[in-house]
């Protein structure tokens, strides 16, 4: 199901965002987006600094989505300059001493700018920084938000699949009278064949045998037309797919197996179909069943 969620962590105290400390003053942006798929797909796009903890958030998200395409973004920024610390008279007493050795090799070497400096100043001592500490939480809390997203999306898809629910059983409704109906049309109609033949006799024929055959036909054209069987098979796989959406949880496979065995009863409905109606009933259904079928490929 597709869903998409967001959350920043070291952000200014102003900011609505996690948490107001963070290694060296920068920000870590988090999202996860997820789009439709029948089986889980993940994808990272992190920074270099970030990607020793791929690992952990694979198995944070493979514990709570089963299904979708999903794409980890993570991006480092550094915070605004309010976070800027006055630089230390002797750390850029040692950064001018080391320009002048640069200079003194390299006599056309640029200068370094303000920003140089700066950056050199902010780094200055500073280790590699360590976000396995921000990572874990912040990416529970967007997951949180992209489950809650999904949710709200699955209540969507189960409201649109029980409208088809019920318009599968309405077709079924009408298509269970036709049958018999069907059957006694054309039993009157092999009597009456049957009659016009007596008719055209010469008596060679004993009539209980005409008849008794006349009958035999009519009675294998009703086993061949009959369609009871895969209308209770039908209303049967209906029953169960309420039962799992009233049920929720991991469905989504499950689904797609009852979804697969209502279009081979609807292809059957059709096949037997010896009325036009009948054929026109088997082919709303199965058009009812393929919209079906594409949502709940994305259900968890």
């Not at 969620?5 to 996860?32: K, M, W, Y």
């Not at 001493?97 to 100043?121: E, F, G, H, N, Y």
């Not at 079906?292 to 490929?297: A, I, L, S």
């Amino acid at each position: 199901m597709t869903g998409y969620a967001s959350a920043q962590h070291g952000a200014s105290a102003t900011g609505a965002d996690t948490d107001t400390r963070a290694p060296h003053g920068r920000r870590l942006g988090l999202e996860i987006r997820s789009v439709n798929s029948r089986f889980l797909d993940l994808s990272f796009r992190l920074p270099d600094e970030l990607r020793a903890l791929e690992p952990v958030l694979r198995s944070l998200l493979t514990a709570q989505l089963k299904r979708g395409k999903v794409e980890v973004r993570a991006a480092l920024e550094n915070d605004d300059g309010s976070s800027l610390q006055d630089p230390a008279p002797r750390l850029l007493q040692r950064i001018n001493s080391l320009q002048d050795a640069v200079k003194s090799w390299l006599p056309q070497a640029a200068p370094l700018t303000v920003a140089d400096a700066l950056r050199l100043c902010a780094n200055a001592g500073a280790g590699p920084e360590d976000w396995s500490e921000a990572v874990p939480p912040l990416a529970e809390e967007v997951l949180a938000q992209l489950l809650a997203a999904r949710a709200r999306e699955g209540e969507r898809l189960a409201a649109m699949l029980h409208d088809r629910l019920g318009q599968l059983r309405s077709l079924a409704q009408q298509a269970g009278p036709m049958v018999p109906l069907l059957v006694e049309q054309q039993r009157q109609r092999f009597m009456e064949r049957w009659k016009e033949a007596m008719a055209l006799t010469d008596g060679s024929t004993l009539p209980e045998a005409a008849r008794d055959r006349a009958l035999t036909e009519a009675t294998a054209f009703a086993i061949r037309i009959d369609v009871a069987e895969e209308i209770t098979r039908l209303n049967s796989h209906l029953d169960e797919i309420e039962r799992l959406l009233q049920k929720g949880g991991e469905v989504g496979k499950r689904l797609d197996f009852l979804i697969q065995e209502l279009h081979r009863e609807a292809n059957t409905l059709g096949s037997k179909s010896a009325a036009l109606d009948l054929t026109r009933i088997s082919v709303d259904m199965k058009v009812l069943i393929e919209q079906m079928r594409e949502q709940v490929q994305n259900i968890e």
